[in-house]
Protein backbone atom coordinates (compact mmCIF):
# COMPACT_ATOMS: atom_id res chain seq x y z
CA UNK A 1 0.00 0.00 0.00
CA UNK A 2 2.46 2.53 0.61
CA UNK A 3 4.44 1.52 -1.96
CA UNK A 4 1.76 2.57 -4.42
CA UNK A 5 0.77 5.73 -2.31
CA UNK A 6 4.61 6.91 -2.50
CA UNK A 7 3.96 7.88 -6.48
CA UNK A 8 2.69 11.40 -7.01
CA UNK A 9 -0.26 10.61 -9.53
CA UNK A 10 -1.41 7.40 -7.75
CA UNK A 11 -1.34 9.75 -4.13
CA UNK A 12 -3.60 12.22 -6.63
CA UNK A 13 -5.86 9.93 -7.38
CA UNK A 14 -6.42 8.33 -4.05
CA UNK A 15 -7.13 11.83 -2.27
CA UNK A 16 -9.52 12.36 -4.94
CA UNK A 17 -11.31 9.40 -4.58
CA UNK A 18 -11.45 9.75 -0.64
CA UNK A 19 -12.87 13.38 -1.01
CA UNK A 20 -15.76 11.72 -3.01
CA UNK A 21 -17.01 9.28 -0.77
CA UNK A 22 -19.07 7.45 -1.15
CA UNK A 23 -20.19 8.12 -4.52
CA UNK A 24 -16.77 7.42 -6.21
CA UNK A 25 -15.81 8.70 -9.66
CA UNK A 26 -15.88 7.12 -13.29
CA UNK A 27 -12.41 6.89 -14.59
CA UNK A 28 -12.83 9.74 -17.13
CA UNK A 29 -13.98 12.24 -14.68
CA UNK A 30 -10.46 11.60 -12.92
CA UNK A 31 -8.31 11.71 -15.64
CA UNK A 32 -10.20 14.54 -16.49
CA UNK A 33 -9.60 16.33 -12.84
CA UNK A 34 -5.97 15.59 -12.46
CA UNK A 35 -5.30 15.98 -15.87
CA UNK A 36 -3.74 12.87 -16.39
CA UNK A 37 -3.65 11.24 -19.92
CA UNK A 38 -6.14 8.10 -19.99
CA UNK A 39 -3.97 5.63 -20.64
CA UNK A 40 -1.78 6.36 -18.00
CA UNK A 41 -4.12 6.69 -15.36
CA UNK A 42 -5.68 3.15 -16.28
CA UNK A 43 -2.35 1.57 -15.03
CA UNK A 44 -2.27 4.13 -11.84
CA UNK A 45 -5.67 2.65 -11.17
CA UNK A 46 -4.50 -1.10 -11.47
CA UNK A 47 -1.77 -0.34 -9.48
CA UNK A 48 -4.28 1.33 -6.74
CA UNK A 49 -6.77 -1.81 -7.59
CA UNK A 50 -3.87 -4.42 -6.63
CA UNK A 51 -2.66 -2.76 -3.14
CA UNK A 52 -6.17 -2.76 -2.26
CA UNK A 53 -6.50 0.80 -1.85
CA UNK A 54 -9.35 1.35 -4.30
CA UNK A 55 -12.46 -0.96 -5.80
CA UNK A 56 -14.34 -0.60 -8.96
CA UNK A 57 -18.16 -1.18 -9.52
CA UNK A 58 -19.15 -1.42 -13.58
CA UNK A 59 -22.38 0.48 -13.58
CA UNK A 60 -23.44 0.79 -17.37
CA UNK A 61 -20.84 1.87 -19.80
CA UNK A 62 -18.85 3.29 -17.05
CA UNK A 63 -16.63 2.29 -14.51
CA UNK A 64 -16.85 3.94 -11.04
CA UNK A 65 -13.77 4.01 -8.82
CA UNK A 66 -14.18 4.60 -4.99
CA UNK A 67 -11.69 4.58 -2.25
CA UNK A 68 -11.20 1.62 0.47
CA UNK A 69 -11.34 3.45 3.64
CA UNK A 70 -11.27 0.15 5.31
CA UNK A 71 -8.09 -0.46 3.56
CA UNK A 72 -6.29 2.67 5.00
CA UNK A 73 -7.35 2.38 8.45
CA UNK A 74 -5.68 -0.70 8.27
CA UNK A 75 -2.34 0.35 7.44
CA UNK A 76 -2.79 3.16 9.81
CA UNK A 77 -3.76 1.25 12.39
CA UNK A 78 -0.73 -1.32 11.55
CA UNK A 79 1.98 1.28 11.45
CA UNK A 80 0.60 2.83 15.02
CA UNK A 81 0.66 -0.62 16.20
CA UNK A 82 4.11 -2.07 15.04
CA UNK A 83 6.28 0.80 14.19
CA UNK A 84 5.70 1.47 17.98
CA UNK A 85 7.23 -1.32 19.00
CA UNK A 86 5.11 -2.59 21.43
CA UNK A 87 5.43 0.59 23.56
CA UNK A 88 1.59 2.42 22.97
CA UNK A 89 3.33 5.58 25.24
CA UNK A 90 5.63 6.04 22.24
CA UNK A 91 2.42 6.29 19.68
CA UNK A 92 0.19 8.32 22.12
CA UNK A 93 0.63 11.76 20.25
CA UNK A 94 -0.04 10.32 17.42
CA UNK A 95 -3.52 8.56 18.29
CA UNK A 96 -4.55 11.59 19.98
CA UNK A 97 -4.43 13.65 17.03
CA UNK A 98 -7.55 14.24 14.12
CA UNK A 99 -6.83 11.77 11.69
CA UNK A 100 -7.18 14.41 8.85
CA UNK A 101 -5.69 16.99 10.39
CA UNK A 102 -4.24 19.57 7.86
CA UNK A 103 -1.44 20.70 10.38
CA UNK A 104 -0.07 17.12 10.05
CA UNK A 105 0.21 16.63 6.29
CA UNK A 106 -2.86 14.06 6.04
CA UNK A 107 -5.29 13.69 3.52
CA UNK A 108 -7.08 16.72 2.84
CA UNK A 109 -8.18 19.21 0.36
Known amino acids: MLSALAQGTRLDVFRLLVKHEPEGLPAGEIALRLGTPHNT ?5 AVLTRAGLIGAERQSRSIIYRAEIEAIGRLAGFLIEECCGGRPEACAPL ?6 S ?3 GAIHD
Open 41 to 45: LSTHL
Open 95 to 100: AAEPAC
Open 102 to 104: PQK
